[in-house]
């Protein structure tokens, strides 16, 4: 069974904090992405990569990092986190770059709360 | 970038028909439409994908007009179990994931 996991469920850090969010994926999945999801925003695509130290900026990469040294891990870094950095994080893989049957398996989310 | 646009909300009862709406003017030749189904406190989770005409697999159908300007997930007899929030997605077959777009989200409730 596919497995997308991350790191923590439930996060605070303060302002300033220098923060990493884990994620990693079991079925040797060349994409990643990392999205952050708001009430009535949807999800909103950060950074991805399509391989390892590959990456790439999503809609909003302000403020924040990405680390891909092995396939199967991706990192997402606050530098110094801020309130309005407040969210859902989601962590996601795929098996292709092409869309058709590009299918995308989700973590179940880290809650991260900046103080 | 394709935007997609889709109700807010909508509300039904159990053993009904559910047909969601998502409107994509802006289509791409190269796009696709694909539908995620996202719990509480879950990531979201495929759902269907299709191009054109209709999809059908054992969880919905999706139908796709000539135009390919908006789609139809429609969910046969939904259950309590049902009740969460579906995405719209449409995107680019060669691009890269910049030209993924999730709609806002449908939040539907279904009720006893």
């Known amino acids: 069974d596919v497995k997308v996991t991350q790191s923590s469920r439930y996060l605070v850090k303060r302002t300033g904090e220098k923060v990493f969010l884990e994620c990693v994926q079991d079925m040797d999945h060349e994409n990643m992405f990392w999205y952050r999801q708001d009430p009535g925003l949807g999800l909103r695509l950060i950074y991805f990569s399509y391989d390892v130290k590959m990456k790439e900026k999503g809609d909003i990469p302000e403020g924040y990092s990405v680390s891909r040294e092995k396939k199967e891990r991706f990192s997402l870094i606050l530098e110094s986190a801020s309130t309005n950095q407040t969210s859902m994080y989601l962590c996601?893989?795929?098996?292709?770059?092409?869309?058709?049957?590009?299918?995308?398996?989700f973590g179940p989310g880290t809650r991260l709360t900046v103080l | 970038l394709a935007k997609t646009t889709q109700p807010i909300s909508m509300d039904s009862y159990e053993g009904q028909e559910v047909n969601i709406t998502c409107s994509h003017n802006?289509?791409?030749?190269?796009?696709?439409i694909t539908w995620y189904q996202q719990f509480p406190s879950q990531g979201p989770r495929f759902i269907i994908q299709?191009?054109?005409t209709k999809v059908t697999n054992e969880v919905a159908s999706l139908f796709i007009p000539a135009d390919r300007k908006s789609s139809t997930l429609s969910l046969p007899r939904v259950s309590l179990s049902d009740t969460a929030v579906y995405y719209c997605?449409?995107?680019?077959?060669?691009?890269?994931?910049?030209?993924?777009?999730f709609g806002s989200g449908t939040q539907l409730t279904v009720l006893p």
């Open positions: 802006n289509i791409a030749t190269n796009d696709y």
């Open positions: 997605l449409v995107g680019d077959s060669q691009g890269s994931a910049r030209q993924l777009t």
């Open positions: 299709g191009y054109k």
């Open positions: 996601a893989s795929s098996s292709n770059r092409e869309m058709e049957n590009n299918e995308q398996f």
